[in-house]
């Protein structure tokens, strides 16, 4: 008869450390039993059992045969025959208690905790999850976010040579003098105008979709989902650059996807 809903076969294979009772290393099941299910009063059952195998066999060990001798060999035998019963008796909550864990991703939760407080000890550096994806840093790239290289395409502006309103040259007559003041043109409007057209046909990796993200050249299912857990730990990306070498871009397609992506807001 089964006791949770995931059927007779997951739980005898969760039933597999009842062997250990079985070979007299009870002290081992219910550390391990206390483990799996965060259940303390199994560790400390566990901690009893390693003490009572300990000591008995010291004496059997130690002592010359006579009566102590033969009292240590009835309690480690004893010792053995009630772990093994006690490991029966709990193998039902044990069940229950790892279902529930399972079911409400407890484990998940804690290794996310466990992540946060590593991240913390090391002052925000870049910590990149193992996943499905076999997520991996190249070897020329440095984790650590003070080395994150600057792309061409950054938040820096690029330098004008001009500052305030410029004119067209074909209003200039010989280099020497403007004909007429009422053609100046408004440079960042005009530069403006110019992005804004640029970046109609770009896509921000750092905010897009998955779907999104399929559309830059040599990009496929992998890499887009790289791309997206990568930018989840990273809080997005500091550059184009940052995201073709993290994602591993062939050569080959890194000109188009300069041209096509962008981190700009």
């Known amino acids: 008869m089964t006791v949770t809903r995931r059927g007779l076969l997951w739980e005898i294979l969760n039933s597999w450390w009842i062997i250990l009772s079985f070979c007299g290393l009870s002290f081992i099941s219910f550390f391990y039993i206390g483990n799996k299910s965060r259940t303390t009063k199994w560790k400390v059952t566990g901690i009893l059992y390693f ?18 001798s033969n009292i240590a060999v009835v309690v480690w035998l004893a010792s053995l025959l009630i772990g093994l019963i006690q490991s029966f008796m709990v193998r039902k909550e044990y069940l229950i208690r790892r279902d529930y864990i399972l079911t409400n991703g407890i484990e998940e939760k804690d290794l996310e905790e466990m992540r946060k407080h590593v991240k913390k ?30 792309d061409t395409v950054s938040n820096k502006p690029e330098t004008n040579p001009f500052e305030g309103e410029y004119y067209d040259e074909s209003i200039v007559k010989n280099n020497e003098e403007i004909l007429d003041n009422s053609k100046y043109v408004s440079y960042s409007k005009k530069n403006k105008d110019a992005e804004n057209i640029s970046k109609s046909n770009q896509i ?8 999104e993200l399929l559309k830059l050249p ?48």
Request: with cysteine.
């Open 51 to 68: 003490l009572v195998y300990v000591v008995a066999l010291t004496c059997i060990a130690t002592l010359p045969f006579g009566t102590l």
């Open 204 to 211: 921000n990796i750092n905010f897009c979709t998955m779907d």
């Open 218 to 265: 040599g990009v496929n299912e992998e890499t887009a989902a790289k791309a997206v857990s990568l930018r989840e730990m990273l809080g997005g990306f500091n550059s184009v650059q940052e995201f073709i070498d993290m994602t591993h871009i062939e050569p080959q397609y890194v000109d188009q996807i300069r041209e096509k992506a962008t981190i700009r807001e």
């Open 121 to 150: 000890q090391y002052k925000g550096k870049d910590y990149i999850e193992s996943s499905g994806n076999d997520t991996h840093f190249d070897s020329t790239y440095h984790s650590n976010i003070e080395y994150r290289d600057y």
